[in-house]
């Protein structure tokens, strides 16, 4: 009687799990996030790992093996748990023929506080001041400035007209640059009183004009 009833369970559970199978479907192997990754993030077998998942629950377009994303950077921020598809996936943001990599160190403060990311675009912004009159003026020096990399906070010491050292937050960022803007950014660097970054939107490339691209302060105030 006890083999019997083993049996019976057994057909049971057998008939059940075929049940459940037929109901769930062919099992497919896709790539899921194991930790959460920012956008441009480069990912790493580590960052990965292949679970089974029903067919018709997998999305059409999930990841199945590592070799398919390799060399690939994150479109957008995403969380652990989550099913890579093709289209979170991107190439990495490089060089185009006739560009350089150039880096400067921006202010913590004023480098878009932290929000900058390699992939984004900004403009340079740079305040200078006349010599001969003490004028200040702002303008752009490039506009819509591809980043490529974006450094860890380092302090810096720095020494005033009057030899006093103070100490600030800087960032190295690098940009991708033409020639000539390249140099208009070296010009910038070593002149301008200070280099801000104004963080253009998702798609923003308009160019502005040219009464956008300069403020002469007070005195443009003053004929206003």
């Not at 790493?44 to 999305?59: I, N």
């Not at 990599?101 to 403009?123: L, W």
């Amino acid at each position: 009687m006890t083999i019997l009833a083993a049996v019976l369970t057994f057909s049971g559970v057998a008939a059940y799990v075929s049940s459940v199978s037929s109901q769930v479907g062919p099992m497919v192997e896709v790539l899921r996030l194991t930790t959460d990754i920012e956008a441009m993030h480069h990912i790493e077998a580590s960052d990965v790992e292949t679970v089974e998942v029903p067919e018709r629950w997998a999305p059409a377009n999930a990841v199945s093996t590592f070799g398919q994303i390799e060399g690939l950077v994150s479109s957008g921020a995403y969380p652990s748990g989550s099913v890579l598809q093709t289209g979170m996936l991107t190439e990495a943001p490089g060089l185009q023929p006739g560009y350089r990599e150039v880096a400067i160190m921006v202010d913590a403060e004023t480098g878009v506080a932290g929000r900058i990311r390699a992939g984004d675009h900004v403009d340079i912004l740079a305040t200078i001041t006349n010599d001969e009159t003490g004028e200040q003026r702002s303008e752009v020096v490039v506009q819509n400035v591809l980043i490529i990399n974006v450094g860890v906070v380092t302090t810096v010491e720095e020494e005033d007209a009057s030899g006093a050292f103070s100490e600030s937050d800087q960032i190295p960022v690098t940009f991708a640059l033409s020639s000539e803007d390249s140099l208009r950014l070296a010009y910038a660097e070593s002149y301008s009183v200070k280099l801000r970054l104004a963080l253009r939107g998702a798609g923003d490339d308009t160019p502005l004009t040219d009464d956008q691209t300069v403020y002469h302060g007070a005195a443009q105030e003053a004929g206003q």
